[in-house]
């Protein structure tokens, strides 16, 4: 189930949980064009509902997405059109923090708007240069949701799921 979880690894998801958008949470439909709240439809990803029903009871859950060109009013329309707005606390995209995934100082730039520690953070995404390996550079722990079977390496604390509802058994509440 998780090839590359190492014995290392938290099985347990910490109180703080970031989430990435697209084909995360959310079906980021390849050929669709504009903002996603404008889409003529949105959809969420399998499993993306009862997780985070689950989730919200105890932990605290964010967006941290790469979207350029949607605001944070226009992210929280995009989850609000698929029933997710009312489980996330919070939303952090280039236009609410100036930086990209791609900048160095994105989760950092999160981590102190939050005012915790790195390590006290679960970062869940799909994309291992966007989501996995620059929150593991900042410090956070981290979930890849692979599920093009991708490889990654197998040297770093990454736990692999390949579906949302395997997040269920990582809750720690």
Known sequence: MNKATK?????KLTKTVLFDWGNTLMIDFPDAQGKMCDWETVEEVSGA???????SKHHNIYIATNAADS?????????????????????????SIGLSK?????????????DIEPQDVTMIGDALEK??????EAGLQ????????????????????????????????
């Open 131 to 136: 989501d996995i390996y620059p929150a593991l």
């Open 102 to 114: 791609y900048d160095s100082g994105f989760y950092p730039a999160i981590i102190g708007k939050l």
């Open 7 to 11: 014995s290392t690894v938290s099985t």
């Open 71 to 95: 605001s944070k009013g226009d992210i929280i329309r995009a989850f609000e059109r698929v029933g997710l707005s009312q489980y996330i606390d919070g939303y952090f995209c280039k236009a």
């Open 49 to 55: 509902q009862a997780l985070l029903a689950q989730l």
């Open 142 to 173: 981290v979930v890849w949701l692979n599920t093009e079977e991708a490889t990654a390496d197998s040297k770093l604390p990454i736990v692999e799921i390949q579906n949302l509802t395997q997040l269920l058994g990582f809750i720690n509440e």
